[in-house]
Nanobody, 123 residues
């Protein structure tokens, strides 16, 4: 059974930093595209960043230069380093696995999801 477990969400002041983690089990970790997404109440789930089987990355334009997605194949874990956070970054953050090694910034193309971790940015 494939499982994804996010952690690291917290409340942080504008301009601060936070690192999210997602431990993946039940699939050949290094072979799949993995990604981070976020959603606010009443809003659609939007892509944040993805990392493919070769380590190639894609970012939503609003987070490029501020967020960094990485993975540790030995720990079956992906990370999202978030710097210079702003109020618009407040959301529930989810990690997800796609059924291919290559990525699309499209939530509908991802098949397995974690339960999410809340990030709240305050002034």
């Amino acid at each position: 059974q494939v499982q994804l477990a996010e952690s690291g969400g917290d409340s942080v002041q504008v301009g601060g930093s936070l690192t999210l983690s997602c431990v993946v089990s039940g699939l050949p970790f290094g072979d799949y595209c993995l990604g981070w997404f976020r959603q606010v109440p009443g809003g659609e789930r939007e892509p944040v960043a993805t990392i493919d089987s070769t380590g190639g990355t894609l970012y939503q334009p609003s987070v490029k230069g501020r967020f960094t997605i990485t993975k540790d194949n030995a720990k079956n874990t992906i990370y999202l380093q978030m710097d210079n956070l702003n109020l618009d970054d407040t959301a529930m953050y989810y990690c997800a696995a796609r059924g291919h090694g290559w990525c699309l910034l499209d939530p509908d193309s991802f098949r397995v999801w974690g339960r999410g971790t809340q990030v709240t940015v305050f002034e």
